[in-house]
């Protein structure tokens, strides 16, 4: 530095010593700058003290003398200590070459100036807050500072910084929050813990309300919160469970909406989580439980989102317990949100709910989504509503159902999904046909497919959840369209109308006659019968699922559909079956689930009484159908009691291909005729003179049996048959050999008898087709 220069009113001696190497020397030429600033401010002389300072900055603060800088920032600090209260006038020429000095890249020099800042601050307490935002800038690179001496003297100064902000009403929150805003999403660790000791500091003054803009720091606090210092984690957990007290003591306030995006971001992982991630996960379900219980149906419009970022966690296991706990509550919460009032027309809605205004959606929401965009894509699911600003009216909300509906079919068809996922999904299906069905039945044909592809899931739980849902369309009266199933066949006089003739106080068409339906009856919607259709066509194209899942599903139907409206439709669709094989296999499959099932029990004894037209309707349905495998007509017929077409039946069994598979159905009828279902039956043996074509069909089936283990179990029950002339009473010497149930009023036995030569007919052709193919396949028959 030129010492020569004119430095007025700086004395040569205290120039000499400011530049000295000596920090003794340049302190006593402090005390002398001391002694001059305080008789200009005697004398009133703004002049020469911001003189002063100037020549301290320029000089000395900013030059590049390390020792005149060091000069420098001492003879600031004692200008400030001169000037006293009043040296919040000087302020920014002060503060400012000191924090110049802070980016020095010598540390002893950043230590002096935080030392000279710290004494600058001393001194004008509140009128530094003016200046925060610089001064909040320059701390936070100290805090992160290699040499521990300058982040010892950087930690003095905030806590005086920090003092002075809790004891004033003067602090400027709007101009500080964007600095906040960008520095909170430093990567430093010191620089973090700086941040979030502020954060809690502000958060606990009165005064001031961080809260309302809790919104614009959530984020950065969240990923603050997956720092890997355990220390910075804790004061993080700390602000956030400090937000969330004050957000449940004042919801009204409480911007939900623009905060609720930012969960749902963070409620998502990706597979490479680590315990950090686990705890932001947890932190963010956590909050968005508490939002939903908070903010009610104002989430509604949203629910997609929270869906998109609830629904995996549902199926985590024990190590994440805490996070699927949270999952679930907010799942729950959220299910109950939706009533029938959703199921409103738009139109309507907000007839009702709506506020006059254009309704458009400010350019801070715009903005807000705008940003989650790339996030939304990271976890591919786009197009999904999330959170934006409520209006002015919260009652006027919308229920986002395609969001919701487009977030479940995404789940469905993701083969990763996780089975309590998969179970949740449905739930929500089958809740939204409850409360919305109007709005929902406009995506059952989107739905439909997949929902029958569930058929094929591996639990049980989700194949029950998924039929219920599927019984619930099949239904609801929301999905009656004008559109009937037509059943009508050329080979059948039974016209069954399912579902579109299906309707309770309606009548069903069965032939030339009319039969009201049993009140028991639900009635069934224009997807009843869709549904038959494509179940048996899974079934055929997975004989697996048929063979696994076919009679648990059947049974379950049974209970949700009733069974007479299962078997009715299945037996009329098969009848129109092209794969015989398959219309055979199905044929036995139902009648065995009819023989067996505790769910079918309604369903025996409306068989077993034939004097009602409807209960003859329902046997010539099944009937035609049971054609397609003779021992299940058989066995249908010991079960209705048709005991002479039994006999017939069994007399045409000597034309028809007697196999092995063919031996073994008589088999197992035979053990069925000891099961507890046929009690009856064979009872009915003791009364011989009435019921002598039941005896002729049991010996009928033990002549097609080899000598077999059957063979023997049916020889000895009808070797216990009682000799007639020992059963006979007193009361009826002469009683005429009549069976009862040789015929009945609304069967026309003859005709059935002809329809089971045509279809068996055709059972033989295509056997004799499928043999000529095997023996010539290169041949085109």
Same mark, same amino acid.
């Given at each position: 530095?030129?010492?020569?220069?004119?430095?007025?009113?700086?004395?040569?001696?205290?120039? @000499?010593?400011?530049?000295?190497?000596?920090?003794?020397?340049?302190?006593?030429?402090?005390?002398?700058?001391?002694?001059?600033?305080?008789?200009?401010?005697?004398?009133?002389?703004?002049? *020469?003290?911001?003189?002063?300072?100037?020549?301290? /900055?320029?000089?000395?603060?900013?030059?590049?003398?390390?020792?005149?800088?060091?000069?420098?920032?001492?003879?600031? /600090?004692?200008?400030?200590?001169?000037? =006293?209260?009043?040296?919040?006038?000087?302020?920014?020429?002060?503060?400012?070459?000191?924090?110049?000095?802070?980016?020095?890249?010598?540390?002893?020099?950043?230590?002096?100036?935080?030392?000279?800042?710290?004494?600058?601050?001393?001194?004008?307490?509140?009128?530094?807050?003016?200046?925060?935002?610089?001064? $909040?800038?320059?701390?936070?690179?100290?805090?992160?500072?290699?040499?521990?001496?300058?982040?010892?003297?950087?930690?003095?100064?905030?806590?005086?910084?920090?003092?002075?902000?809790?004891?004033?009403?003067?602090?400027?929150?709007?101009?500080?929050?964007?600095?906040?805003?960008?520095?909170?999403?430093?990567?430093?660790?010191?620089?973090?813990?700086?941040?979030?000791?502020?954060?809690?500091?502000?958060?606990?003054?009165?005064?001031?309300?961080?809260?309302?803009?809790?919104?614009?720091?959530?984020?950065?606090?969240? *990923?603050?919160? =997956?720092?890997?210092?355990?220390?910075?984690?804790?004061?993080?957990?700390?602000?956030?469970?400090?937000?969330?007290?004050?957000?449940?003591?004042?919801?009204?306030?409480?911007?939900?909406?623009?905060?609720?995006?930012?969960?749902?971001?963070?409620?998502?992982?990706?597979?490479?989580?680590?315990?950090?991630?686990?705890?932001?996960?947890?932190?963010?379900?956590?909050?968005?439980?508490?939002?939903?219980?908070?903010?009610?149906?104002?989430?509604?419009?949203?629910?997609?989102?929270?869906?998109?970022?609830?629904?995996?966690?549902?199926?985590?296991?024990?190590?994440?317990?805490?996070?699927?706990?949270?999952?679930?509550?907010?799942?729950?919460?959220?299910?109950?949100?939706?009533?029938?009032?959703?199921?409103?027309?738009?139109?309507?809605?907000?007839?009702?709910?709506?506020?006059?205004?254009?309704?458009?959606?400010?350019?801070?929401?715009?903005?807000?989504?705008?940003?989650?965009?790339?996030?939304?894509?990271?976890?591919?699911?786009?197009?999904?509503?999330?959170?934006?600003?409520?209006?002015?009216?919260?009652?006027?909300?919308?229920?986002?159902?395609?969001?919701?509906?487009?977030?479940?079919?995404?789940?469905?068809?993701?083969?990763?999904?996780?089975?309590?996922? @998969?179970?949740?999904?449905?739930?929500?299906?089958?809740?939204?046909?409850?409360?919305?069905?109007?709005?929902?039945?406009?995506?059952?044909?989107?739905?439909?497919?997949?929902?029958?592809?569930?058929?094929?899931?591996?639990?049980?739980?989700?194949?029950?959840?998924?039929?219920?849902?599927?019984?619930?369309?099949?239904?609801?009266? /929301?999905?009656?369209?004008?559109?009937? =199933?037509?059943?009508?066949?050329?080979?059948?006089?039974?016209?069954?109308?399912?579902?579109?003739?299906?309707?309770?106080?309606?009548?069903?068409?069965? =032939?030339?006659?009319?039969?009201?339906?049993?009140?028991?009856?639900?009635?069934?919607?224009?997807?009843?019968?869709?549904?038959?259709?494509?179940?048996?066509?899974? $079934?055929?194209?997975?004989?697996?699922?048929?063979?696994?899942?076919? /009679?648990?599903?059947?049974?379950?139907?049974?209970?949700?559909?009733?069974?007479?409206?299962?078997?009715?439709?299945?037996?009329?669709?098969?009848?129109?079956?092209?794969?015989?094989?398959?219309?055979?296999?199905?044929?036995?499959?139902?009648?065995?689930?009819?023989?067996?099932?505790?769910?079918?029990?309604?369903?025996?004894? *409306?068989?077993?009484?034939?004097?009602?037209?409807?209960?003859?309707?329902?046997?010539?349905?099944?009937?035609?159908?049971?054609?397609?495998?003779?021992?299940?007509?058989?066995?249908?017929?010991?079960?209705?009691?048709?005991?002479?077409?039994?006999?017939?039946?069994?007399?045409?069994?000597?034309?028809?291909?007697?196999?092995?598979?063919?031996?073994?159905?008589?088999?197992?009828?035979?053990?069925?005729?000891?099961?507890?279902? $046929?009690?009856?039956?064979?009872?009915?043996?003791?009364?011989?003179?009435?019921?002598?074509?039941?005896?002729?069909?049991?010996?009928?089936?033990?002549?097609?049996?080899?000598?077999?283990?059957? $063979? *023997?179990?049916?020889?000895?029950?009808?070797?216990?048959?009682?000799?007639?002339?020992?059963?006979?009473?007193?009361?009826?010497?002469?009683?005429?050999?009549?069976?009862?149930?040789?015929?009945?009023?609304?069967?026309?036995?003859?005709?059935?008898?002809?329809?089971?030569?045509?279809?068996?007919?055709?059972?033989?052709?295509?056997?004799?087709?499928?043999?000529?193919?095997?023996?010539?396949?290169?041949?085109?028959?």
């Amino acid at each position: 530095m030129n010492t020569e220069k004119d430095f007025s009113p700086l004395t040569p001696n205290i120039v @000499r010593a400011l530049n000295d190497k000596l920090y003794e020397k340049r302190k006593v030429a402090a005390l002398e700058i001391e002694k001059l600033v305080r008789e200009f401010v005697a004398q009133n002389n703004s002049a *020469q003290i911001r003189h002063v300072i100037q020549i301290l /900055a320029t000089e000395f603060a900013l030059s590049q003398h390390p020792h005149s800088r060091k000069g420098g920032l001492i003879g600031l /600090a004692a200008c400030s200590i001169a000037l =006293g209260k009043d040296s919040g006038l000087y302020l920014k020429e002060l503060i400012d070459p000191v924090l110049t000095c802070f980016n020095d890249s010598d540390s002893r020099l950043r230590y002096y100036a935080c030392e000279a800042l710290y004494n600058i601050v001393k001194v004008a307490r509140g009128a530094v807050l003016p200046h925060f935002n610089v001064l $909040f800038d320059g701390l936070s690179k100290l805090a992160a500072d290699p040499d521990p001496n300058v982040k010892s003297g950087s930690e003095l100064l905030d806590r005086l910084l920090k003092d002075i902000v809790t004891e004033s009403n003067k602090f400027d929150l709007v101009a500080f929050v964007p600095l906040l805003r960008e520095r909170i999403y430093s990567n430093n660790q010191y620089a973090r813990q700086f941040i979030i000791s502020w954060i809690h500091v502000l958060e606990s003054v009165p005064d001031i309300n961080l809260l309302d803009y809790l919104p614009e720091i959530l984020d950065g606090l969240f *990923q603050i919160l =997956g720092d890997s210092s355990k220390e910075i984690r804790r004061m993080c957990e700390v602000v956030l469970g400090e937000f969330l007290k004050e957000i449940k003591k004042n919801p009204s306030s409480v911007k939900f909406a623009e905060m609720a995006n930012i969960l749902v971001i963070h409620c998502q992982v990706s597979d490479e989580s680590k315990s950090t991630n686990d705890l932001i996960q947890l932190t963010s379900m956590t909050w968005m439980r508490e939002f939903i219980q908070l903010a009610g149906r104002v989430v509604l419009p949203y629910s997609s989102g929270i869906l998109t970022a609830v629904l995996p966690c549902l199926s985590y296991d024990d190590r994440k317990k805490s996070t699927k706990e949270a999952a679930s509550a907010c799942n729950h919460s959220l299910m109950k949100l939706v009533t029938p009032e959703d199921d409103e027309d738009d139109e309507e809605s907000q007839t009702k709910l709506s506020p006059p205004g254009d309704g458009n959606p400010s350019k801070k929401e715009g903005d807000l989504n705008d940003s989650l965009n790339e996030s939304q894509d990271s976890v591919g699911f786009s197009n999904i509503s999330f959170f934006t600003p409520a209006g002015s009216d919260r009652s006027a909300v919308t229920l986002d159902l395609d969001g919701i509906v487009q977030v479940l079919d995404r789940h469905l068809h993701d083969s990763s999904t996780g089975m309590m996922t @998969r179970i949740a999904v449905l739930k929500w299906l089958y809740h939204l046909y409850i409360k919305t069905p109007r709005k929902m039945f406009k995506h059952t044909d989107s739905l439909f497919p997949m929902l029958l592809k569930t058929l094929s899931d591996e639990s049980d739980e989700v194949i029950l959840k998924d039929l219920e849902v599927l019984a619930e369309i099949a239904s609801s009266p /929301a999905g009656q369209t004008d559109t009937s =199933g037509s059943c009508d066949n050329s080979d059948s006089k039974t016209e069954l109308h399912i579902p579109g003739g299906v309707r309770d106080g309606q009548p069903v068409v069965l =032939g030339s006659k009319v039969a009201d339906l049993s009140p028991s009856t639900p009635s069934m919607n224009s997807y009843f019968y869709k549904f038959m259709i494509n179940l048996l066509k899974r $079934f055929s194209l997975e004989r697996k699922l048929l063979e696994m899942r076919g /009679a648990f599903i059947i049974r379950q139907l049974c209970l949700l559909l009733h069974a007479e409206n299962i078997f009715h439709s299945m037996a009329d669709i098969l009848l129109k079956e092209e794969d015989l094989k398959f219309a055979s296999t199905m044929v036995q499959t139902l009648n065995t689930i009819l023989l067996t099932s505790a769910e079918l029990f309604q369903l025996r004894n *409306q068989l077993k009484d034939l004097h009602t037209q409807d209960n003859c309707a329902l046997f010539c349905c099944l009937y035609r159908s049971w054609c397609h495998n003779p021992v299940a007509t058989v066995s249908l017929c010991f079960l209705t009691q048709n005991y002479r077409h039994a006999y017939d039946l069994i007399q045409k069994f000597g034309d028809l291909e007697v196999t092995v598979d063919f031996l073994m159905e008589v088999d197992k009828l035979v053990q069925l005729i000891e099961s507890p279902i $046929f009690t009856y039956l064979r009872l009915q043996l003791l009364d011989v003179e009435h019921n002598p074509y039941l005896i002729k069909a049991l010996y009928g089936l033990l002549m097609l049996l080899p000598q077999s283990q059957a $063979f *023997q179990l049916l020889s000895h029950r009808l070797s216990c048959v009682p000799n007639p002339e020992l059963m006979r009473t007193v009361e009826d010497p002469k009683a005429p050999v009549k069976d009862k149930r040789l015929a009945q009023p609304h069967i026309d036995y003859s005709e059935l008898l002809q329809h089971f030569d045509r279809v068996q007919s055709k059972h033989l052709e295509v056997r004799h087709q499928r043999a000529r193919r095997s023996e010539h396949p290169d041949r085109k028959l």
